[in-house]
Each structure stands twice: as C-alpha cells, then as structure tokens.
C-alpha cells in the first residue's frame, strides 16, 4: 500500500481555499498520506511511483446522501413533489427488495455504477429489509469503497404494503441486522426516514440504539413544504421540524448526524445544527427536480455549520457528483444570499463531506489517502488553461473528461 503519485493536485485547505501542487509527487503510506512534495523525499525512493503525467489528481468525492433502491426508478415521477412522489414512484420499488434474489441484482447494478462514479465515500439508504439491506452491504464491501449503509426504520403514515408493522418489529429487526454488521469499509447507521414516517416511540428507541452500540445516524429535513406543514401537524407541540429529531437524541451534539436538504431550516434551526455538529446534505438536483426549493447553503457555511453534497439518487438522476457542485452553483446564483464558488462546492464534495469519515477528503498529513486521476486532455486541447480554471472546466465539463483511476485509503480500485 505504500505508492507515490505524480500529477497535478488540487485539494482545499479547511478554509475552503484551493491547494495547488503542480507537477508534484503524493507519498501513500499505509493508506494515509505522508505529504504533497516537489521532489520524492530520500526515505520515500524506494516507493514504487505512478507518474500520471499531467494528469489533474484530486481528493475522492463523498456523497453524503442517496438510495441504493432508487438506483433503478432515477429520472421518473419528476412532475411529481416529495410526499407524491413517495407513494407513487418510490415505496412501490422499495418493497421489491423483500425478494432477495431481486434485491441482489438490482443492488449490484447500483454498486457497479458508485464504483464506476467520481465517489470514494457514500453514506446510503437502504429498505427496511434487514436481509437485503445486509446484501448491499457485502456488494459495497467487496467494491472496496468505504460507505456508511441504513436498514430504514417506518412505522406510520406509509402504506401498508411498505411499512414495519409495530415498533417493536423495526427494533428487532435493526437489531438483529446490527449483530450481523461485520464489515470493515461498510458500516452500519441509525436511519429512521423521517419524522412524518416514524412514531415518537419509535424514533425514542432508536435514540437508544444509537447509543447502545455507538452508531451514527442518518435522516431528512426540511425538504419540501407540504412535508415541513405534515410535521407541524403530527407534532403541534414541538418547536420545529430539528427539535423532535433533538428531543430523541438523532440530531448530533454526541454521535454525528447527517440530515438530508434543510431547505426551509428557520434560523434557530440553523443555529441547533452548528450548536450539534450537524452535517447538512445539500442536494440541489433533487431539490430541483422535486420542486422542493432553494437551501440557503451559504447561511449554513457562513455560521460554520458541516455542509457536503448528495446525489440524492433518486430523486436525483445522476450519481456524477460534479454535477451536483455545477448545480449547486446555479441554484445559489438564482437565491437571495451570495452566490457559493467553485472553491465552496469542491470543498463540500471533498473535505466538507469527508469530514464525517474523519480525516478525508483532502491530502494534509495523515488524512485517508483517496484520489482520483482524471484526465482532460480533451479539453485543455492548447494548454493555456492554468489548474484552477482546468478544476473549473472539469467540474463543469466532467463528461468530457476520463477518469482514468481511484484509490480509497490507498487501495486502487480501478
């Protein structure tokens, strides 16, 4: 595991400045990088080095929320809105994953296709199948990317072909999933779908679980109005949306929480997810094609708060995360807050989102080593272009480039 890559690399610093190493060697040692140097340092010279010439090398992307089940549906029932949508499009493909024979082939053509995306790290839903869940855990095992995996937990308002039958058959069946959870780059995390989906009982005990065996958790927020008004009415007592996920102990402060969209998040809510280490899942795409809204992403950077990107697949369609820096982009420039930069979204799909891997998403000293070797050549035809404009045009013309290699703590997985 211990290599030297020569390229270009371009990474961010945890102020969201751009780090530009031209023509330089990146040491891998035990999966973890020992530094960016000009030249190969002496106790570094027995390394075996792969020069990848001029080749753009960058941190491996990390998409901080899809569904591996709504591989197969992306791109349909765009018309619709979230809670439509749901029970239209989404709870009829979901409950196709009781029959693991099924469940297995469709998750392998999800999993080829991660490996075969910019993503390095992925923290993913799965169905509330507990079997089938475990199956997509051991394909994503075998890819030799490092994922976060949920068995999803729903009890209420759901139809009844696609919803846990008691509180106690969603706990015990977590729980038995758990016990079977032996993976060493597949975790498992807490993923009630959200609050509309799952009872105050059943979000009190997997609070529990998230503390009984030291897991984080994973969930929605604040995506779509008609389902912000639903939580008002299911919950008339509670302060908002973020305060009932707060009251079960599913919302940071101890163990890390991911919520997906947090487009009409109120100040104080914005203000609770700093407090609580929150990580913020911003996912302009789906937001877009759902018509849910804008998210005020730069009012979440702006106080600080963990901010990375998800494809949301499906109700994004594709799982190219440099699309979804593009997009974010684009949808920032059409809000009231200042537009965010290409230096913002490259960090939110690398540092920003890797941070809640730990030390990932960037090549600092002893961060993971993740990398991605992209060339493209097929648009720097006369060269003229210097690294931070070719990371721009790569961003934006990501289709157009070859990725040519990836690496996950130093393992190359293709």
């Given at each position: 595991?211990?290599?030297?890559?020569?390229?270009?690399?371009?990474?961010?610093?945890?102020?969201?400045?751009?780090?530009?190493?031209?023509?330089?060697?990146?040491?891998?040692?035990?999966?973890?990088?020992?530094?960016?140097?000009?030249?190969?340092?002496?106790?570094?010279?027995?390394?075996?080095?792969?020069?990848?010439?001029?080749?753009?090398?960058?941190?491996?992307?990390?998409?901080?929320?899809?569904?591996?089940?709504?591989?197969?549906?992306?791109?349909?029932?765009?018309?619709?809105?979230?809670?439509?949508?749901?029970?239209?499009?989404?709870?009829?493909?979901?409950?196709?994953?009781?029959?693991?024979?099924?469940?297995?082939?469709?998750?392998?053509?999800?999993?080829?296709?991660?490996?075969?995306?910019?993503?390095?790290?992925?923290v993913i839903f799965g169905t509330i199948f507990k079997e089938s869940t475990l199956?997509?855990?051991?394909?994503?095992?075998?890819?030799?990317?490092?994922?976060?995996?949920?068995?999803?937990?729903?009890?209420?308002?759901?139809?009844?072909?696609?919803?846990?039958?008691?509180?106690?058959?969603?706990?015990?069946?977590?729980?038995?999933?758990?016990?079977?959870?032996?993976?060493?780059?597949?975790?498992?995390?807490?993923?009630?779908?959200?609050?509309?989906?799952?009872?105050?009982?059943?979000?009190?005990?997997?609070?529990?679980?998230?503390?009984?065996?030291?897991?984080?958790?994973?969930?929605?927020?604040?995506?779509n109005i008609n389902e912000v008004d639903l939580v008002k009415q299911l919950h008339?007592?509670?302060?908002?949306?973020?305060?009932?996920?707060?009251?079960?102990?599913?919302?940071?402060?101890?163990?890390?929480?991911?919520?997906?969209?947090?487009?009409?998040?109120?100040?104080?809510?914005?203000?609770?997810?700093?407090?609580?280490?929150?990580?913020?899942?911003?996912?302009?795409?789906?937001?877009?094609?759902?018509?849910?809204?804008?998210?005020?992403?730069?009012?979440?950077?702006?106080?600080?708060?963990?901010?990375?990107?998800?494809?949301?697949?499906?109700?994004?369609?594709?799982?190219?995360?440099?699309?979804?820096?593009?997009?974010?982009?684009?949808?920032?420039?059409?809000?009231?807050?200042?537009?965010?930069?290409?230096?913002?979204?490259?960090?939110?799909?690398?540092?920003?989102?890797?941070?809640?891997?730990?030390?990932?998403?960037?090549?600092?000293?002893?961060?993971?080593?993740?990398?991605?070797?992209?060339?493209?050549?097929?648009?720097?035809?006369?060269?003229?272009?210097?690294?931070?404009?070719?990371?721009?045009?790569?961003?934006?013309?990501?289709?157009?480039?070859?990725?040519?290699?990836?690496?996950?703590?130093?393992?190359?997985?293709?």
């Amino acid at each position: 595991m211990n290599k030297i890559l020569k390229g270009n690399f371009i990474f961010t610093d945890e102020n969201r400045n751009l780090v530009i190493k031209p023509n330089a060697y990146g040491v891998c040692e035990n999966g973890l990088c020992h530094g960016i140097f000009d030249q190969i340092p002496i106790r570094y010279l027995t390394y075996e080095v792969l020069d990848f010439d001029d080749c753009l090398i960058i941190p491996g992307l990390c998409d901080l929320h899809l569904h591996a089940p709504q591989y197969e549906v992306r791109g349909a029932g765009m018309d619709c809105e979230l809670l439509d949508w749901l029970n239209k499009y989404i709870f009829p493909v979901e409950r196709k994953y009781s029959n693991l024979q099924y469940a297995k082939v469709m998750y392998s053509r999800f999993v080829s296709g991660l490996l075969a995306s910019p993503t390095s790290r992925a923290v993913i839903f799965g169905t509330i199948f507990k079997e089938s869940t475990l199956e997509l855990m051991k394909l994503l095992e075998l890819s030799g990317l490092h994922t976060f995996v949920g068995k999803v937990n729903m009890d209420r308002n759901s139809p009844s072909y696609y919803m846990e039958s008691s509180v106690a058959t969603s706990i015990s069946d977590t729980i038995a999933w758990l016990e079977q959870c032996n993976f060493t780059n597949t975790l498992p995390i807490i993923t009630p779908r959200f609050v509309p989906s799952c009872s105050e009982e059943l979000l009190h005990k997997l609070g529990e679980l998230l503390f009984s065996y030291n897991l984080n958790v994973q969930s929605h927020l604040c995506e779509n109005i008609n389902e912000v008004d639903l939580v008002k009415q299911l919950h008339p007592n509670e302060n908002s949306y973020s305060a009932i996920y707060n009251k079960y102990s599913l919302f940071g402060s101890i163990n890390k929480s991911i919520m997906a969209h947090c487009v009409y998040c109120s100040d104080e809510e914005i203000e609770l997810s700093k407090k609580n280490n929150v990580f913020v899942a911003h996912c302009p795409s789906a937001n877009i094609n759902l018509a849910s809204g804008i998210a005020p992403i730069r009012l979440f950077l702006d106080k600080g708060v963990n901010v990375g990107l998800g494809t949301d697949i499906g109700a994004g369609h594709s799982l190219n995360l440099f699309n979804e820096m593009v997009c974010a982009i684009q949808l920032s420039k059409i809000s009231k807050l200042k537009p965010l930069s290409i230096q913002d979204v490259f960090f939110m799909a690398t540092r920003g989102g890797g941070s809640f891997f730990g030390k990932v998403g960037a090549f600092d000293l002893n961060f993971d080593f993740d990398a991605l070797v992209i060339d493209d050549s097929n648009i720097n035809l006369d060269g003229n272009f210097s690294l931070s404009q070719r990371l721009e045009r790569l961003i934006y013309l990501s289709t157009e480039c070859q990725l040519i290699s990836k690496f996950v703590k130093g393992v190359r997985l293709f």
